[in-house]
Each structure stands twice: as C-alpha cells, then as structure tokens.
C-alpha cells in the first residue's frame, strides 16, 4: 500500500471490515456506520444530511420526510418508508444515499489528531439502502483527495471563510460554479455553502477549488484583534507605519 493510500485510511476500519463487524466507527470529523463489515451509512458534520439533500432539491417534500422520521425512525426504516409509501424510488433513494455515503466518508476519513473508537451493535435510524464494502469506500476517499491537490493544492479553501477577489468580478463562470460563487461573501465556509445549496459538501470543495485557481476567490483575512490596533499606533517607528501602508494597499488590490 502506498504512503498516500496509508494515510488515506483508518486501519481500525480495516480491521473491522475483517472482522465482519457490525456498529459505529467514530472519528474526528465524522461516523462510518457498519453492517457485517460493510459500510451502510456514514454522517459528517462538514457535510449536509439526506434531510437536506432529499428535501432542500425536491426529491421529498418535506412534510414526507418529517413522517418517515416520526413513523420509522424508532425502526431503522427511514429509507425504505420512503420507497413504501411513493416518496420517491428505490434508484433514486439509492443513488442520492450512496452519494452521502461517500461524501461523509471522505470527510470522517480525513487525517485527524482525535481518537477513534468502535461502538458494537450500533445502527443509525435512516436503516440500511446499499452496503459498500470497506475498500470501495477507501478508494474514492483517496481519489477525491487526489483530485482536489491536482486542481488546487492550499486546503486552506476546503475550511476557511472564503471571499471573492473583486477585480475579477468579471470572468465567465459556469452557472453551476456560479451559485457557489455568489454564496461566498467573506464569512461563509465550504460546508455552509454546501448546506446553503443543499448540494454534497465536496462538489462544493471541487467548485471552490477551481474558483481559487482561477483566482476568483480567497481565503478570508483574519480579523485584527483591537489590542493589536492599539499597539501599532502606540509604535513611533516609522518604518512600522510604512509596513502598515503596504499591508493596506495590498488588501485594496
């Protein structure tokens, strides 16, 4: 295995997809959700849920969502409530699942300082759609890493409150491209973006990259804290005013 594939993955969960065991793995920035040593859910808090993925683009209204919840959640059957009484198809409640799935994934799979830990014969309420075995899921979070350093290498983007670089106000955008762009305004993340679009958070990432490449939005700058303020106008040097001045006239670029 690679250093890259290695670093891509938690060696818990490859020791849990061996052991054909069933429950929740619970890492720093996420959970993956296992049965019978396959993936069958996974959740993020970077990442919007199947509430809003189903809802927010008109798969399901939302008064059929709040009923699957309150009428099958205790069971585990969300998902198959929704095929049952005509909420949606199977193909498409697949298809939209599978698609969180993997993007929580990719973010629970992140390189993290935090612990991990197993909690046996836990399952998640939405109930089980398509298992994915352990490996499929590793692979597309090793791919998805690799694409977004080969459009753009600063993460910073995936993280920061994000902002538009005025001057190139007028570079023609894709419309796609372009709602992710007209929600960046100098305080909202990728995730918030994602959330606000009720789109996967790393298609956002992707689009976010591609506007930072083409040099049409940044990161945010920090805040100047007010007792900083106060101690470079407390500074006679002059040589501290003039790096001042430059530090502002490059911020109006």
Do not use: K, N
Request: charged share 20%; with cysteine.
């Amino acid at each position: 295995m690679s250093t890259a594939t290695a670093a891509a993955v938690s060696p818990m969960l490859t020791r849990l997809a061996d052991e054909r065991a069933t429950g929740a793995l619970i890492r720093e920035h996420g959970t993956l959700y296992l049965e019978g040593g396959r993936v069958v859910h996974a959740e993020s808090p970077a990442t919007p849920g199947m509430d809003v993925l189903l809802t927010t683009g008109g798969a399901v209204q939302a008064e059929g969502w709040s009923e699957a919840v309150d009428r099958a959640g205790a069971r585990q059957r969300v998902g198959r409530y929704l095929v049952e009484q005509g909420r949606i198809g199977h193909g498409a409640l697949e298809l939209c699942h599978l698609g969180a799935l993997f993007d929580a994934a990719y973010f629970t799979l992140a390189p993290g300082s935090g612990p991990s830990r197993f909690r046996y014969g836990v399952s998640h309420w939405f109930g089980t759609v398509r298992p994915v075995p352990v490996a499929a899921v590793e692979r597309e979070a090793l791919r998805r890493r690799e694409l977004l350093q080969r459009i753009w290498p600063e993460p910073d983007t995936d993280t920061a409150p994000l902002t538009r670089i005025v001057r190139h106000a007028g570079v023609s955008v894709p419309p796609r491209r372009r709602r992710v762009l007209d929600l960046v305004d100098g305080a909202r993340t990728a995730s918030q973006i994602a959330l606000a679009l009720g789109r996967p958070a790393f298609h956002t990432l992707v689009d976010l990259r591609r506007l930072a490449a083409c040099g049409l939005v940044t990161t945010a700058p920090a805040p100047v804290l007010p007792e900083l303020v106060a101690l470079a106008a407390a500074v006679e040097d002059p040589d501290v005013a003039l790096l001042r001045r430059l530090r502002a006239g490059l911020e109006a670029l």
